[in-house]
Nanobody, 125 residues
């Protein structure tokens, strides 16, 4: 059974940093792309970042460009989201996702078939 397991969430002050990790036990990343989405209370889940596993091409939401970075460690099937200069509006549950999206779906939920359980990120002083 394919599983994505996230870790690394927590409470951080504005301007701080966190690194989220997502371990893929089913090698799903290798077939397409790995991504991060987030969902704040009362809001819809939204795209944050994605990376194609083979080409390394990356995609970011405008709200996180220049602050967040998605990376990978292919040896251990792990996807990372480095988050710097965090803001209160970044507070959300962050979800790891894997799938085989095409160009038009790589930044949308329908591009991904496997999801993690989510990890809470809270940015507050």
């Amino acid at each position: 059974q394919v599983q994505l397991v996230e870790s690394g969430g927590g409470l951080v002050q504005p301007g701080g940093s966190l690194r989220l990790s997502c371990v893929d036990s089913g090698n799903t990343f290798r077939s397409g792309a790995a991504a991060w989405f987030r969902q704040a209370p009362g809001k819809e889940r939204e795209f944050v970042a994605a990376r194609r596993w083979t080409t390394g091409a990356t995609y970011y939401a405008d709200s996180v460009k220049g602050r967040f970075s998605i990376s990978r460690d292919t040896a251990i099937n792990t996807n990372y989201l480095q988050m710097n200069n965090l803001k209160p509006e970044d507070t959300a549950v962050y979800y790891c996702a894997a799938g085989r999206p095409n160009t038009s779906t790589i930044t949308t939920m329908r591009g991904y078939t496997t999801w993690g359980q989510g990890t809470q990120v809270t940015v507050s002083s």
